[in-house]
Structures are given as structure tokens and as C-alpha cells.
């Protein structure tokens, strides 16, 4: 096993440089694409020509001739040109329709690797549809440079183009073209700081919107639940608000530098007519002379309108693309040693020698040890906050460990790969998470490459094929975002099925019963009691009764061991364990005689 594409390939430090390594294979593609648009640019500077020469021939036509004979060549090579122009165009399209995709996948595959290489901290601090806008962001950065910032060097140099032209029928005019395109490019050089800076505003308000819908919609039921639609509205309200504000910015700025230069256009339009005019009566300019003047005036007034219209959008986009970048590609935290081999487990001991652990400056765990016997079945108590769950997060590496170190088998889990670590554990939380994909599919996930036998033997295993035979497409049924059409009943057994499936040699069940009820929680203990057979188990529970026939309970509180022994042997010491067991009632404390989970020589 290899470690993953983020840490062989790590992600450069800016948006310049993640671009440079997108195009890495494609640059032939790049500089075609931009090369036929420059091709296909010269065209325009030919337009202007077109009418100065069908203008020159119908003004110095002999009187003789026969008119349309005389003037067909010019109009056949007119014919032509715009016909090779169109053919370039074509030629364009049809590298970008092979080009653009495959920019667009390298984009999605880098980002959603490194933001799914990130650790548990990156996940807790940031919202999904936040992350997913962030996202869109740098790929519509990316489209911008494609095609925006080179279109805008095209026009630029048709601009140049026409104006040398213009120096070479009449100086005065070329002059006052001149002096008016510095002008506007000074105007646009002074107007980038205001567009850049609430282009980002903009985009920040965009992101934290997109994250607070995402998230409203994740919680739909609950939503309908508490009767939140007006509820929800209302949160919604400031961050729309301050939406729209941030946006009447960025509009008026970016407006506001297109407004100011077309006043300035049309004024030197206006006075560009009177000059031509008063040349042309002087005998200083031909009519073609004019007619050419003011079509390249007015083809190049549209391209620098273009480029002026194009800017703010092209600032406000890759400020945005910048904005994400920064901060989604930031530095994991968890990442694999060097040198870190494959882990083999071959028994499944689990050490936790001197552990300590901080998060937000606050210690969870305290130099805490632990030694689990290979197969043995170890249950997890303690008040809210004690640390069960910080124990078993430190073993899944989802967090390092600030002193001490675990071992599998001996093994410090720090030197191998996380993949391999993972994959040789078996986690069922308290509502398992399911994809929005079809229940073969979510049981398959551990092992992708199971046959349809193997997945229905895992399916039966967890008594998970009765509920599937009714459904309307059994294994190929969708399950809804994250498994909403089932029961939590349903998505526990899927769960089993899909451990079950993975056969790894340790299985942790961190309160994989708490939520549902006591006839379903009775059938599932029975899966896990079969699904944790010979299988290093650790369980964590805060209902005690679904422990009490574990090989041994561990007691923690305040990020330390104060109890470790037997269920039995724990309520005759009298101490934590015993206070915990008294505190609960009902359903809780009745003895269970089919309790699954039976401790090795006994009930007590």
C-alpha cells in the first residue's frame, strides 16, 4: 500500500502554483487554444480593412468598367478571410471541448484529495457547503485564466494593432486614440484596489451563506421537526443582508470603472467626427480614409469596453480563487511519517502507553495507559467529557498523540501508513453515515471489491437482508442523503453488514445503540456479539447494561483510568463504576440474561 496522492504529490503554497501543476501535461493543449485565438484575433484587425477597401474601390472605380466584375476579387478574398477566421474558431472549439474537461477533472481530483487527506480538526472548523464553494471558486479561477485573461491580452494586442494602423492614415487621429486609451488604462490600474477588496468581501459572504444552506438542508427533518421554516428564515436573514450589501459593492466599483471611460469614449467620439469631417473637407483624409478611421475608432472602442467590462469580473474571480486557495490548502496536521511502512496485524494487541492529549489548550487525556489483549472485548465508561471517545480518535489517527504513543501488535501507529491503519479497523458509530448511493454500494464501501455473493452474505450476517428483499430495487435501492430512508435500526445493520464485510481484525462501537430502541438494540447487540468473535473489540457506551458481560470494563474520568475490571468485580469495589451503575434505572439496570455479550468463563 502506498501512502495518499496528497502526501507523494503535496500541494504547492499558491494559486499561481497550483495552476502551473494542473496544466503539467497539457501545456501543448494551453498554448494551442490560446495560439488559435490570437490566430483568429487578427481577423478583427481586417474588418475595418473590408470596408476601407470596398469604400476606395467604389470611389476610384474607372467609369468604363463593369462595376461588379471590377470589385468580386476583393470580395471573393473578403469571402475567404472571414471564412479561415471561422475555420480557426472551429479548430479552437474542438481542442477546448478535448482540453477544458480534463483541466476541470485535474482541478476536482486534486482539491477533493487534499481535502479529504486534511485531518479531523480541518472538518470540525469549516462547514461541507462552505468548502464546496470554496471549491468553485478556484475551478472558476481556473476557467478565468483559460479564457478571460487571454481573450483580454487578444484584444490588447488588436488594440496596438489598429492603433500603428490609425499613425498610418492620419497622425491626429492616431493621437487622440491614443491619449484616450491611456487614459482609461490608468483610470483601470487606479480602480483594481476597491474592486479587489470587495470582490473578497463578496465571496467570503458567498461562502458563509452557501455553508449555512447546505447546512439547513442537511437537517431537513429536523427542520420540519421543530417547525423551523420561519425559524431558519430568519437565521438565514442577516447573512442574506449582509450578502446583498457586500455585493452592491463589488457592483459599484466594478460598474463604476466602465461608467467614468465610456463619459470620457463618448466625448472623444464626438470629437474623433469633427476631426475626420474637418480633414475630409480639406481634402486631408479620402473617404476610405474616414470610413476606416471611424470603424477601427469604434471596433476598438468596443474591444477596450470589453477589456475594461472584463477586468473587475476577472479581479473579483481570482481574488476569490486566491481567498479559497488560502484556505482550504492549509497544512495537515496528520500526516504519514516518511519512511512509514504497511501495517500487519496479526494479533490485534492495543497499547496506550503514557497518552496524553491537549485540544484547545485543555488536557482530554493524561498520561493514560491501556494494554487490550489480542481478541479481547474491552467496554469504555465514563461521564460526558471523559475522553472515550478522544481514546479511540487517537487510535483511528485521526489526531496525533502530544506525548506517549499507541501501539498495534507493537507497532507505534505514527510509522505506518493511515490507510493501513485504517483499514484494519472496523468503526460503528452512533448514526452511521451513509452516501447518498445504493445499499450495495454503502455495504461495499470497506471492501469495493467484494462480489454481489460476498455483499449478501454480509447483508445476511447483520440480518440486514429482510428489510432489503423489501425495498424497491433491493441492493440497487438509493438510501437517501445520508441514509434518510432508513430507520436508524436499518442503518446500524447496514453498518454490521459493511464491518462484517471489511473483516477487520479490530472493531470499535462507539455508542452504536444508544439511539435506537430496546427490541432493535436487543437484535443488533446479537450482530455485534457475532461480528466481534475473535475480533479485538472496543465498545463505548453510556447505557451500562449493553457492557456488563464485556471481558472487562475500563472506567475513565477527567482523561484518566480510575477502574478497570469485570462488571462484577466493579460493583462489589463500590467505586466510579458502581456510583455510574446505581445513577441509572429502569430498562438499564435489570439483569439481561441474554445479554451478547458474555465474559469468557461466566456472567461475572
Known amino acids: 500500500m502506498q501512502k495518499s496522492n496528497t502526501q507523494n504529490n503535496p500541494m504547492p503554497k499558491t494559486l499561481l502554483g497550483f495552476y502551473r501543476k494542473i496544466f503539467k501535461g497539457l501545456w501543448w493543449s494551453l498554448v494551442a487554444t490560446w495560439g488559435l485565438r490570437l490566430i483568429a484575433g487578427f481577423g478583427a484587425v481586417l474588418w475595418p480593412n473590408y470596408q476601407r477597401w470596398v469604400v476606395a474601390m467604389l470611389e476610384n472605380a474607372p467609369a468604363d468598367v463593369n462595376l461588379l466584375m471590377y470589385c468580386l476579387p476583393t470580395i471573393l478574398l473578403i469571402v475567404g478571410l472571414n471564412l479561415g477566421e471561422d475555420t480557426i474558431h472551429i479548430m479552437r472549439g474542438w481542442v477546448l471541448a478535448k482540453f477544458e474537461p480534463r483541466v476541470q477533472r485535474k482541478v476536482s481530483e486534486n482539491l477533493t484529495d487534499y481535502v479529504h487527506s486534511q485531518s479531523m480538526g480541518f472538518w470540525v472548523n469549516r462547514m461541507a457547503g462552505q468548502i464546496y464553494s470554496r471549491i468553485n471558486d478556484i475551478t472558476s479561477g481556473i476557467r478565468t485564466i ?118 470620457l469614449w463618448d466625448i472623444m467620439f464626438g470629437i474623433t467626427l469633427v476631426l475626420c469631417v474637418y480633414l475630409y473637407a480639406r481634402n486631408t483624409m479620402t473617404l476610405a480614409d474616414v470610413v476606416y478611421s471611424i470603424s477601427v475608432y469604434l471596433m476598438v472602442m468596443g474591444q477596450i469596453g470589453g477589456i475594461m467590462e472584463t477586468i473587475p469580473s476577472i479581479i473579483e474571480r481570482v481574488s476569490a480563487a486566491s481567498k479559497a486557495y488560502t484556505e482550504l490548502v492549509v497544512p495537515i496536521e496528520v500526516t504519514d511519517a516518511p519512511n512509514a511502512t504497511v501495517l500487519d496485524v496479526t494479533r490485534g494487541k492495543i497499547e496506550f502507553k503514557n497518552v496524553s492529549f491537549k485540544y484547545k489548550n485543555k488536557y482530554v487525556l ?239
Open 146 to 263: 483559460i479564457f478571460e485573461v487571454w481573450n483580454i491580452f487578444v484584444m490588447f494586442v488588436m488594440v496596438c494593432i489598429n492603433s500603428a494602423a490609425l499613425f498610418g492614415v492620419n497622425k491626429y487621429i492616431a493621437w487622440l486614440f491614443l491619449f484616450i486609451f491611456v487614459a482609461r488604462t490608468i483610470f483601470m490600474w487606479n480602480m483594481r484596489k476597491p474592486i479587489k477588496r470587495t470582490s473578497k468581501e463578496s465571496a467570503d459572504v458567498n461562502a458563509k451563506l452557501t455553508g449555512k444552506l447546505v447546512d439547513s438542508f442537511s437537517n431537513a427533518t429536523n427542520v420540519k421537526l421543530f417547525a423551523g421554516v420561519e425559524r431558519e428564515h430568519n437565521y438565514m436573514s442577516p447573512i442574506r443582508a449582509e450578502r446583498i450589501t457586500a455585493q452592491r459593492n463589488a457592483s459599484f466599483w466594478q460598474r463604476f470603472s466602465f461608467w467614468v471611460p465610456g463619459l
Open 366 to 604: 493524561r498520561d493514560l495507559s491501556l494494554t487490550i489483549k489480542p481478541g479481547e472485548r474491552v467496554g469504555i465508561v465514563g461521564p460526558s467529557g471523559a475522553g472515550k471517545t478522544t481514546l479511540v480518535n487517537l487510535l483511528m489517527r485521526f489526531y496525533d498523540v502530544k506525548s506517549g504513543e499507541i501501539l498495534i501488535d507493537g507497532t507505534d501507529i505514527r510509522t505506518v501508513t493511515q490507510n493501513s491503519l485504517r483499514e484494519n479497523i472496523s468503526f460503528i458509530p452512533q448514526d452511521p453515515a451513509m452516501f447518498n448511493r445504493t445499499i450495495k454500494e454503502n455495504i461495499a464501501y470497506g471492501r469495493p471489491d467484494a462480489t454481489m455473493a460476498e455483499i449478501r452474505a454480509a447483508a445476511h450476517f447483520a440480518s440486514a437482508d429482510k428489510f432489503i428483499a423489501g425495498t424497491e430495487k433491493k441492493y440497487d435501492t438509493l438510501v437517501g442523503d445520508r441514509g434518510i430512508k432508513m430507520s436508524g435500526g436499518q442503518r446500524q445493520r447496514i453498518a454490521i453488514a459493511r464491518a462484517f464485510l471489511k473483516d477487520a481484525p479490530i472493531l470499535i462501537l462507539d455508542e452504536a445503540t444508544s439511539a435506537l430502541d430496546s427490541e432493535t438494540e436487543v437484535a443488533i447487540q446479537h450482530s455485534f456479539e457475532k461480528l466481534s468473535h475473535n475480533r479485538t473489540t472496543i465498545a463505548i457506551a453510556h447505557r451500562l447494561s449493553t457492557l456488563r458481560n464485556m471481558d472487562r470494563i475500563v472506567v475513565l474520568d477527567d482523561g484518566k483510568i480510575v477502574e478497570s475490571g469485570t462488571h462484577a468485580a466493579l460493583l462489589r469495589r463500590g467505586g466510579e463504576y458502581a456510583r455510574l451503575w446505581k445513577m441509572q434505572s429502569g430498562g438499564f439496570l435489570q439483569e439481561d440474561k441474554n445479554s451478547p455479550f458474555r465474559r469468557k468463563g461466566g456472567n461475572h
